[in-house]
């Protein structure tokens, strides 16, 4: 049995609604600052590129590369854009990308997921980035959608600790598509991340699999953050079990 050391790995998963501000400016280089304040290695966006058009992404990679330590993982399946239905992920100078892939849910409306294998100072692990449903219904579909992938996954490759995270739009505590994914998943407990504002709902989660445990955890609730999203971000530093 292969163990995988994890001292230490910071992720994070962040909303930025098209780098549309509690303001109602756009404004992606206060995205950018908020994203330099989390300070994580791996994070997970949601609602990356624009909704309409061509879907441009909303942080191009010049932006990325003169304002912070990020890159964006090349997930881009349409021409200018940096996600898979605004799902993108980013990844700090220094750790390698070990794979990635785009993942098709079950939707009502145009919903994905998106992996990426990394690893940093000899520690490997999968992140997984969502952006689940707004019915209650289709989003236990693409809870079970998402288990069978890394199923297939870890079958079919080298086992990995998994890590799942993202929007996950589920508003009970311990019901609907959580009760299914705690069945195999410690579901941290980060906090209330929307609305940015005044926080009421733990819409944005971190779900641990077997193998890791969480150090620390929480919501990033920077004045700035409260600014530059109607979501905060959340995080989790991460270490072996």
């Not at 909704?51 to 090349?74: C, I, K, N, T």
């Not at 598509?177 to 709902?201: E, Q």
Request: net charge positive; glycine share 10%; charged share 25%.
């Amino acid at each position: 049995m292969v163990l995988y050391r994890l001292t230490m790995m910071k992720i994070a998963s962040y909303n930025i609604r098209k780098a549309i501000g509690t303001d109602r400016r756009r404004n992606p280089e206060r995205i950018v600052e908020v994203l330099n304040e989390i300070d994580a290695d791996v994070i997970a966006l949601q609602e990356a590129d624009r909704r309409f058009g061509q879907r441009h992404a909303v942080l191009p990679d010049r932006l990325l590369e003169a304002h912070s330590p990020y890159r964006s993982v090349p997930l881009a399946i349409q021409a200018g854009s940096m996600g898979w239905h605004g799902n993108a992920i980013l990844v700090r100078e220094g750790v390698e990308v070990t794979g990635h892939d785009v993942i098709h849910l079950p939707c009502l409306e145009p919903r994905g997921a998106v992996g990426v294998g990394v690893r940093l100072n000899g520690v490997a692990l999968r992140l997984y980035g969502m952006h689940l449903d707004l019915s209650g219904l289709w989003r236990r579909r693409q809870a079970a959608a998402m288990l069978r992938h890394v199923e297939i996954a870890n079958a079919h490759g080298a086992p990995l600790p998994s890590v799942l995270v993202g929007d996950t739009n589920e508003w009970t505590q311990g019901g609907g598509c959580l009760r299914d994914f705690a069945r195999h998943y410690t579901i941290l407990s980060c906090g209330r991340s929307f609305h940015a504002r005044r926080p009421v709902a733990s819409l944005d989660r971190i779900m641990v699999g077997e193998g890791l445990k969480a150090r620390e955890s929480g919501v990033h609730a920077s004045a700035l953050a409260r600014r530059a999203s109607d979501h905060l971000p959340v995080w989790a530093v991460l270490e072996q079990d």
